[in-house]
């Protein structure tokens, strides 16, 4: 039993490992099959992108509150009752508009006095310049100083002025000139004097002419100014008639009487209220016009009396220069003895006048009248001669003083007004009628609006992109439909740090109308720092850190990936520009930080 049992149990055993054996390689190519099922299905599920053409455009954003050019509180500079409040919350102001007006009566005292005290010690300051003397004496005293200063020049002169030996030496030309003319008479004196006797002659031609047709306008002015006062006077007459007759019977004059087309009987034919206006208004304007021509006719009158007048005055002043002119010419054609005998002797005459005029008074007036001149002098110094320097310091030092407190009376009067120092809107209003002011609380608080900006902070890579100058976009999340252009008006030149983090202060000025911007609003800045147009971009989440750089993972055929290493450009926060490493069409994969498939380094467009 032995002998033949073992054998089988071996075979038994033998057989059982080998199915084992076989079972298990079964299992292991089932899983092996499973495992490289599951990684081609992992291969197939990856989400790829192609590396694609476009354009980009890099900006840097922010964030920050909407803050106003200018907001101040305005406070009192001096205490007070409140008399007047100009204005309320939300009013449009202007630079220097009154706000608010403080009692301000005890101030306006208070300058009358500082006024008075200063003119006091201006007085005393030039009394103390000027001497004691009282402005009577002062001017009597530069009375006779002025007198005697005249009686000075009289002497000097012989009481001739030099206008006066001008006149006598222009005097003696003319009459030298005569004499000559009459002694030796040149062709030019004849043809001169001839022709002012023809001149003279077509003078009074001319004048009896313009002077006659004067007068006959005039003339005729006058009658058609009587014509027109008589229809007046007619017009006016008619139309009192009118009126009395209205006043007395209320009928119409012109038509007194109208017949009833149903009875036939005849009666007053009654004017209303709106026709008796009319007569009334005719009546007045009729004697406003008679009034009127009166006043035509009566200056038309004056004008024909003064036109009479002037036609006989004109036509003698021109007869006169006409007979002078051939006196004058007759003189110088057949002079007789008599006209020379007397040219000659205004010769002498106005020789003799220059040379009395010339010689002035004589040295004994001249002695006198200067020792008199010294004597006012003397007499008006010893009047205002100044105190010593002491005492002109004193009086100094007061009038100084006494202007000083003028100017901080006037000063604290000033501030008893509170106005604007700039353009804006009232935002809040501390105060009301009859309310006691003091200097510690502000009574308006006022805020420019004409020019808005942003304050936000930027790290150091973004503000090294942005420049002064550059060109913004403005948004306000509560705002849907609100945006504005901007400006960069200010960059920090120093950081801030905070916790360890250095940012920059980079200022946004923006106008802006819209009510609907509040200051203190959150606004959203975007700068656009650089654009570029068909450049080669894949998504920012396609790229991996490498280093310094960046790298893309690149798949293969069998389902595994590769890193690429490549060179970016610009970014908008969801594109990178691809200037190396990379070539337009090439697929890599859009989100490989969520795969797990094998990755070899290298390939063609690895390193």
């Known amino acids: 039993m032995a002998t033949t049992t073992l054998p089988r149990r071996e075979g038994i055993n033998r057989g059982r490992w080998i199915g084992g054996g076989i079972a298990l390689i079964v299992i292991m190519i089932g899983a092996a099959l499973l495992i490289n099922s599951r990684r081609s299905g992992a291969a197939t599920q990856v989400a790829t992108t192609s590396a694609t053409r476009g354009n980009i455009v890099a900006s840097v954003s922010g964030t920050g509150s909407v803050a106003a050019a200018q907001t101040l509180d305005l406070p009192f500079q001096t205490n007070g009752i409140a008399t007047e409040v100009l204005v309320k919350e939300g009013d449009q102001v202007q630079a220097g508009q009154v706000l608010v007006r403080l009692d301000d009566r005890d101030l306006q005292l208070q300058v009358s006095n500082a006024q008075a005290s200063l003119q006091s010690a201006q007085a005393r300051l030039a009394q103390a310049q000027q001497g004691n003397a009282t402005p009577e004496d002062l001017a009597a005293s530069q009375a006779s100083v002025a007198n005697a200063q005249a009686q000075l020049e009289k002497a000097h002169t012989g009481n001739t002025t030099a206008a006066d030996i001008a006149g006598a030496a222009a005097a003696l030309r003319a009459a030298q000139a005569k004499l000559d003319a009459l002694k030796n008479p040149s062709p030019a004196d004849i043809s001169q004097a001839q022709l002012k ?108 009396d003064k036109a009479r007048q002037d036609e006989i005055t004109q036509i003698r002043d021109a007869e006169a220069q006409l007979a002078d002119a051939q006196q004058q010419l007759d003189a110088l054609s057949n002079p007789t003895s008599n006209d020379l005998v007397q040219a000659q002797a205004s010769v002498d005459q106005a020789r003799a006048t220059l040379q009395k005029q010339r010689q002035g008074g004589t040295k004994a007036d001249v002695t006198a009248a200067q020792a008199n001149v010294d004597q006012a002098q003397a007499n008006l110094a010893k009047l205002t001669a100044p105190a010593t320097a002491t005492d002109l310091q004193v009086q100094q030092a007061s009038v100084a003083q006494a202007q000083q407190a003028l100017k901080q009376a006037q ?44 304050d936000m902070a930027l790290s150091e890579n973004d503000v090294a992109r942005v420049a002064a100058g550059q060109p913004v976009t403005l948004t306000i999340d509560a705002l849907s439909d609100w945006t504005a252009k901007g400006t960069i008006s200010y960059i920090a030149p120093a950081a801030t740090t905070t916790n360890g983090v250095v940012t920059y202060l980079v200022r946004v000025g923006f106008p802006d109308n819209d009510t609907r911007v509040k200051v203190g609003m959150t606004a959203n800045v975007r700068i656009v720092t650089a654009t570029k147009e068909k450049v080669l971009l894949v998504p920012n989440t396609a790229l991996l850190p490498n280093g310094a750089g960046h790298a893309v993972q690149v798949p293969n055929a069998d389902g595994s990936t590769r890193e690429v290493d490549v060179q970016t450009g610009l970014t908008d926060g969801s594109e990178t520009e691809i200037v190396g490493g990379l070539k337009e069409g090439d697929r890599v994969i859009a989100n490989p930080g969520t795969t797990s498939t094998s990755t070899q380094r290298g390939g063609p467009f690895g390193r």
């Open 197 to 304: 006797v023809t001149q003279a002659q077509n003078g009074l031609d001319s004048t009896r002419t313009s002077a006659s047709a004067t007068k006959t306008n005039a003339e005729l002015s006058m009658r058609q100014a009587a014509d027109a006062l008589t229809k007046a006077q007619a017009s006016y007459a008619t139309a009192k008639q009118n009126w009395d007759y209205v006043q007395e019977t209320g009928a119409d004059p012109t038509n007194p009487k109208r017949t009833d087309p149903t009875s036939g009987k005849s009666t007053k034919n009654k004017l209303n209220d709106v026709q008796k206006r009319q007569y009334a208004e005719t009546f007045v304007q009729a004697e406003a016009t008679m009034h009127s021509a009166e006043k035509d006719l009566t200056q038309a009158q004056v004008t024909y």
């Open 411 to 454: 000063l604290k009067l000033e501030q008893a007004t509170l106005t604007a120092p700039f353009a804006g809107i009232v935002t809040a209003v501390n105060i009301s009628r009859g309310s006691s002011v003091s200097t510690s609380a502000a009574a308006v608080s006022l805020i420019d609006r004409s020019t808005l900006h942003v």
